[in-house]
């Protein structure tokens, strides 16, 4: 299995501009996490999905963000327009079920400046 | 709120010595207790999880936890560290629905230990 993988791996982008995430899930997990790795907050959860139903997303930080899972092999977060503030690292996580354990990806690093 | 705790920052050992990372966690029910660890850029993979019953979990790379529910801890270990185990470490619980019980599925992460090892 190839893991979860993310894409792009780094981006950097100038503030004002839409950035797009993405992540394709290892098959058959059906809960989908998008968590964001700061030296200030750590590790925190954005949103996440239960076979593609968002269901949680209280961690969203703003109307900047929005995450969509249209199938169950592909999610996006997007954030537009993009902020200095917004730079860190994005992870997703996949998991068989709700309460199991998760499997992150590589992460991707985002700079805005 | 649901919570966990990392006390230390930073931890340096020297090769070969024991490793003890401390991790307490303020849950209502039995929690879902998991060790991840993260090398610099890279993302974050499991060594070890209690979910229930033996409270003695092992793991991967030699590392193994305990469960100490009067203790509200899950203390990650190790008898002999190599060079190759500096990382950063993190403890995590799944976290509770706070309205109908039971896990939500999100995990709730401590700020983690980073780990240096002295030759």
């Known amino acids: 299995d190839a893991g979860v993988i993310q894409s792009p791996r780094h981006e950097v982008t100038e503030m004002g501009q839409e950035v797009t995430l993405r992540c394709k899930p290892i098959s058959g997990h059906n809960s989908l996490f998008w968590y964001r790795q700061t030296m200030m907050r750590g590790l925190e959860l954005l949103i996440y999905?239960?076979?593609?139903?968002?269901?949680?997303d209280s961690g969203m930080p703003e109307d900047r963000f929005s995450a969509k899972m249209p199938n169950a092999s592909f999610s996006t977060l997007k954030i537009q327009p993009s902020e200095p503030r917004d730079s860190a690292v994005y992870f997703c996580?996949?998991?068989?079920?709700?309460?199991?354990?998760?499997?992150f990806g590589p992460g991707t690093r985002l700079t805005v400046t | 709120a649901q919570s966990v705790t990392q006390p230390d920052i930073h931890i340096t050992v020297s090769e070969g010595a024991s490793l003890e990372l401390r991790c307490n966690y303020s849950?209502?029910?039995?929690?879902?207790l998991f060790w991840y660890v993260q090398s610099p850029g890279q993302g974050l993979q499991l060594l070890l999880k209690?979910?229930?019953?033996?409270?003695l979990v092992q793991g991967i790379k030699g590392f193994e936890a305990e469960f100490k529910r009067s203790q509200s801890s899950f203390n990650l270990r190790k008898p002999s560290v190599h060079w190759s185990d500096a990382a950063e470490y993190f403890c995590a619980v799944i976290a509770e629905n706070m309205n109908y019980g039971g896990s939500q599925g999100n995990l709730i992460f401590g700020k983690g230990t980073k780990l240096s090892v002295k030759p």
């Open positions: 209690y979910f229930s019953g033996d409270t």
């Open positions: 999905f239960n076979n593609n139903v968002p269901i949680d």
């Open positions: 849950y209502g029910a039995t929690p879902y």
């Open positions: 996580a996949s998991s068989y079920g709700q309460g199991d354990e998760q499997y």
